[in-house]
Every structure is written in structure tokens, then in C-alpha cells.
């Protein structure tokens, strides 16, 4: 198979390009430019670094396969960049990797794979992609620490028709072993932690700079009382206990976050329970399935026991079996079945309906 | 061609060196290797054969050998000429006159000009690629130091009335050194400095089967310009620096084998490059720029309406063919060609441009290959 690999520089997808290369497939190596400086240049820090598509052309010339750094700079920044800040302009928490995963690497990439006559694409996220009778399933890795399928949960079964994970069996020492038999340069780089367009920059800053009106208001108590004022809600996301002026006895949290009014709610601790929640922009993989559901509220999160109600086509209501802290509006909820995805979607607080998107 | 063997066609980036210029290089090693400005026997052998290949160069472009300085390639030559008549310039009114669709190495020069507070003019071309003479003259005044106008443009082949414009100058009785970027031009052009009528131009080795890393500097006699390098007293006291003596005997050689075959050189070009576009004409929705004016035999610049040139290219070279977007780019950055942008293609097409060069060792049947590589990556796009 002619196989297009994502390439970041890090060593997951060094050692995907190593497996399907050594599997005997024609690979090709694609690192994705996302994120530029002023000058069209590859940014210092963060992701997709000028040193991070050096490191990506070392490891496809030590396979001998052809490599391209190809420009997605356009994409990310209409859809993932934008989203993020407009996010954090609404008081929402945003989750800029499955934007990108939805808009960039399996939408505009895969159409490019498909221009280049590739059978299929494969990055190195840990998940896996399990075949059941022509429909394609989404699982979580085997190595459960490094699972990444949280933030694929959008892929449906005719997407994951076209994609591969090889990591999805491996432990992530294993693939440092790979990467060290195959002599890749990368096999003890650290990995990657931040934001990728943030880099090490607080990601507040980047936001304030590009958020043209003020959004400073009130900050206020669970008795309705004012706490003072707030330089802007952007700096808030539900759960937060940084900002918040001290001296209240009890450690007070973000509870709500009212962006038209530009209040930011606190409460004590227990306000944030977290019972039932609504779903929003929901897809699933192949069919919904409603037995031994499990949600995920976060990135790797504990899966909690759940049952979900349809409220629409594309919009769901998540009861947990019991409730839980820290659910954030904009983050996803991503629902699993054992291992199997179910399916995903935007988290809408109930205590927050007045912000529905 | 055999199936497998990969076709080159970027050639306007860098061509493969020819049998003699490697031949030169390594005899020029091998027995003149010493430093060219020494007081012995070895290096009087070094100093001959530069001295030697110096003539013979300056033969070739109609100029006297003192006004040939070798430099690292043509965009040092560039920069030489653009920045020095800006330093220490005691006149703060000092202007450049240049046009919107130079080489980079000077655009980039013109714009650290700017950046010292002289006035940079900027002259664009015409929607077909063409500098007018007379946006040129009229940019040019009384403070304008220094007019660069290359001689055909890299990224299009389309060539520039570089002749008329020195003619306009002269005319205007200005003080004012022409400079030319003839590095495209001389590709597939029997050149003389003099009857073009320019003062200064850049020449690069690796664009006629040369080294790289070796270029000229043609300047009149008439001009004085500051060292750009400094250090030893090479080069006329020019340009400091031992002198890459193998790179000028090698060039040297090369220069002679093309401007020997020039006429045989180009009709097989021709004859190659009009293949491969009729071709693609006839079968696809295309457009090659410069059709309708003169244009270098080498280059052809095509708009594939609704494809984007990045996909293709990656496409091409997948099947064995080799081309380029334009100009080089090591990041990967899918900018506007700034030559396109001053030709005023639209942008839903600008990012749909690719450049083929033919070259001096494409061979018969290598424009009917091209074409049947673009059409299967046209089709499988589709």
C-alpha cells in the first residue's frame, strides 16, 4: 500500500514511518506545517519547530523515503487557531488538538492523500482501528497511559476506513526500542507537552493580544455578592481557583462563567458537582450503542458510567451515574463502550446554558 | 529515457555540471592548487590560470578582463551592487529604482536599503510579466543612485527590455549605475555588457553547468564601488579572499562548451520545451505565461487552474519528475510568488503555478515524458 505519514519529528511518528516502511509499504513522509512567524518561518518553540521537521527529515532519509514539508498554515488558523481564541473569548475551555485532528490532519491531509494516489494515511496517535465486517471501529490503545483515541472520537467509520494507527498495540518504551533498533535519531526525544502554537507562552498572553474588545467585568460570589473586578473572562475556565481575590475561608472555584455580562461566578467547591451535562455538534463512529456506556470529560480522564438521552440529531444529554468535579464547558465528551468509541461531543454546562453556542 | 531514470527539469535552479567543467575543477586542483596570490612557482601556475579563464570570460560577454571580479555566485554579486553605493552615501536623498519582480537576493537587498531610510522605488510589471521602459524612466530622478532590471525573470523566463531601458538612461544623461541580474538569462543568451548598454551584472556558475559557489561580477570600468569583502588585496584590490581558482577554470570551461553549442543547445530546448506545451495545451485547461512575448527558450511557467502547485509538485516527483514552484523554498511556506502577485494573477490561481526548466543536458523526448508524467498527476488529482 502507498501509505502517507504524518511526521512531527517526535518519535511515534518515526517509528510509524519505521513499521510500515519494514511491513513492506510504499511510505511517504509528510511533516505539516502549521503554525508560521511573521516571516513564513518555522516557529523556535512549541510544535512543528524549525528543529522538529529537521528531525523528521533525518528519520526519512535514514528510512530512504520521500519527505515534504507540506504548508496547512491556512487551515490550522482558520480552524483551529481562530476556534481556540474565540473559545476562551466566550468563556469556554477549548481543546485546539481535536479541532485540528477534525480540520487538518484527517480532513484537509487525508484529501491530499487522496490526491496522491495513498491508500491510506497513518499518524502516530495511540488508538487502534479494529475492522468488524466493512465498518471500521475505533478503540482505545492497548497501552492505556498514552491512549489518544479521546481525541479522534470525531473520525467516523468511512474516515477510519483510510487510516492507520500502528501504535495502537505498542507500549510507548517499545516504541522507543523500535526507534533505537531502526537507528532513528529520535528515539529519546522528549515528547511534546504544550499547546503547539502556545508553545512554552502562557497561552493567556497569546490570547489577550488577539482579542480586540475587553472582556474585564465583575467577579461574582455564590450569595450574589461582588468580589471585585476581573481583567477578563478569557482568563477563566470553569473549575479555576487561580484570579480569584482570597480571604473567603474555604478555597473558592470558578462555577460559571457569563460572557455577555462578563461576570465570572465562584462557588465553594461542592457547586461544581457535576451530575448531568448536554452534549453538543455530537458524532459517533458507526451506530449509537447505549449499554455500558462510559464518558470521558477530559483528555485521558477516568471513564465514568453513564447513560445518554438524545435530545437531537447531533445533540445529547449525559447523566453520570454519580456526579463528578471539573466538567468544562468546550472540552469534550467522548463516550466508550469497554474499549470501543462510541462517539463524542462539545460539553454544554448545564450551569452555563446561558452560553449555548 | 528509461523508465525509472528521474527527469530534472529545474534546471533555472541548478544544472548538473558538465564533463569539462568537473575536468577543469580537478586538474586545476590537482596541479594549480596553491594560493593564486603567492610569490612562488605553484602559485604563478594558479595566478595563469585564473588570469587565463578571466580573458576568456570576459570574451565571452564583450568586456575587458578588469572588469570581471569572481565572486561565491550571483547573489553575492547582487548584493555588492545594490547595498554599497548606499554606504556612507554622504547624500540622504540617495534612491534605488528596481522593479517588483527581481530574484530575492536583490529584493532582500533593496529592502536593507530601505531599512538605512533611502527611498526604494519599486517599478511592477505589466499583467503579461513585462517591465515597461517607461515606468522605469519615470521612477528615476536626480538622487537615483543605482536602477537594477533584471534581464529575464527566473521564475517566468520572460524577458526584460533591459537594452531599451539602458537607452532611456543614457538618454537622461544620469550619473546613475544599471545595474542587470542576468543569472537566468545567460542560461539559454549570447550576452554582450556593452552593447546592452548596463554598467554592473551578476553572473552564477551552477545555472550553465558550472560549479556552485562561483559567480561574476561584471562592472564597468567607469563605475568605482567599495569592497563588499575585506581582508587580503585580491581580486584588482576588489574583493578579498584566496580565490576559488579550480571554481573559475571550471566556469570557464563550461562557459566556452555552451556559448560554443549555444545555437544547437537551444534548438533542442526549444524543440523539447514546444513539445511539452503544445501537448499539455492541447489536452488540459492551461496557461503558460509569457506565451505572447519573448521569453527564455528554457523556462516554461504553467497555471494549472483548480490544482494547488504544492500537491502536484509533491505528485511530479513521486513519478519521477522534478520541477519547482517558482523559487526555492526550504520551509515548506506556500507564499505567493511575489512574481505572479506583480503580474496580477488572481489569487484563486496563484498558488496553481509551476515553473519547468529544460537545460542544457535534457535530452530528445524529455518534453513528451514531462508531459505524459503532468497529465497522470493531473488526472489522478481529478
Known sequence: MRVLVAMSGGVDSSVVAGLLKSQGHEVIGVTMKLWEGPNGEMPETGCCTASDSEDARKVAAKLDIPYYVLDYTESFSEKVVDNFIDMYARGLTPNPCVECNRSVKFDHFLKQAKKLNCDKVATGHYAKVVEKDKTFELHKADYLDKDQSYVLHMLTSSTLEHVMFPLGTISKPEVRQIAADLGLKTAFKKDSQDICFVGKKNYRNFVDKRIDISTSGEIVNSDGSSMGQHSGVHEFTVGQRKGIPGGQGAPKYVTKIDVRNKKVFVGDKKDLLTASFYLEDVSFVNDIVNDNLTIQTRYNSEDLPCTIEMLSEHSLEVTLLEPTYGVAPGQFGVLYTGTKLIGGGRITSKLNEALTV | ?382
Not at chain 2, 211 to 239: A, D, N, T
Request: glycine share 8%.
Open chain 2, 1 to 382: 529515457m528509461k523508465k525509472n531514470e528521474y527527469l530534472y527539469l529545474d534546471h533555472a535552479a541548478s544544472t548538473p555540471m558538465r564533463d569539462v567543467a568537473f575536468e577543469a575543477y580537478k586538474k586545476t586542483e590537482a596541479e594549480a592548487f596553491a594560493n593564486s596570490s603567492g610569490g612562488h612557482a605553484l602559485s604563478r601556475k594558479a595566478k595563469n590560470i585564473l588570469e587565463d579563464s578571466r580573458d576568456n570570460i570576459a570574451g565571452h560577454f564583450g568586456a575587458a578582463p578588469k572588469e570581471i571580479t569572481f565572486t561565491s555566485g550571483g547573489t553575492e554579486a547582487d548584493n555588492w551592487i545594490i547595498k554599497m553605493p548606499f554606504i556612507n552615501n554622504k547624500n540622504k536623498s540617495a534612491e534605488l529604482v528596481t522593479s517588483e519582480i527581481e530574484h530575492e537576493a536583490v529584493l532582500a537587498s533593496a529592502e536593507w536599503v530601505e531599512s538605512l531610510g533611502y527611498k526604494v522605488n519599486l517599478v511592477p510589471c505589466d499583467n503579461r510579466g513585462v517591465i515597461e521602459t517607461k515606468d522605469v524612466l519615470e521612477a528615476v530622478n536626480s538622487n537615483t543612485e543605482i536602477v537594477s532590471i533584471m534581464l529575464a525573470n527566473n521564475e517566468t523566463g520572460i524577458i526584460q527590455p533591459v537594452k531599451e531601458i539602458a537607452q532611456g538612461l543614457k538618454a537622461l544623461n544620469s550619473k546613475l549605475i544599471f545595474h542587470s541580474d542576468v543569472v537566468q538569462a545567460v542560461a539559454t543568451t549570447k550576452l554582450d555588457f556593452h552593447n546592452l548598454g548596463i554598467q554592473s551584472a551578476a553572473i552564477s556558475g551552477h545555472k550553465i553547468g558550472g560549479p556552485k559557489g562561483i559567480g561574476i561580477m561584471y562592472l564597468s570600468s567607469e563605475v568605482k564601488l567599495p569592497s563588499f569583502l575585506h581582508g587580503g588585496k585580491q581580486e584588482l584590490e576588489r574583493r578579498a579572499g584566496t580565490v576559488n581558482v579550480s571554481g573559475v577554470a571550471s566556469l570557464s570551461a563550461a562557459l566556452d562548451e555552451q556559448q560554443q553549442n549555444i545555437i544547437s543547445q537551444n534548438e533542442k530546448i526549444r524543440n523539447e520545451r514546444q513539445e511539452f506545451e503544445n501537448i499539455l495545451k492541447n489536452s488540459q485547461d492551461i496557461i503558460v505565461l509569457g506565451d505572447d512575448v519573448d521569453r527564455l527558450e528554457h523556462i516554461s511557467n504553467i497555471q494549472f487552474k483548480g490544482f494547488n502547485s504544492e500537491t502536484l509538485m509533491v505528485s511530479l516527483d513521486l513519478q519521477g519528475l522534478g520541477v519547482s514552484r517558482g523559487s526555492a523554498c526550504a520551509s515548506g511556506a506556500q507564499k505567493p510568488s511575489h512574481v505572479l502577485q506583480s503580474m496580477k494573477i488572481s489569487s484563486d490561481v496563484i498558488n496553481s503555478h509551476l515553473r519547468f526548466s529544460f537545460g542544457w543536458n535534457s535530452k530528445k523526448g524529455d518534453g513528451i515524458h514531462a508531459a505524459e508524467i503532468v497529465i497522470a498527476s493531473i488526472e489522478g488529482m481529478k
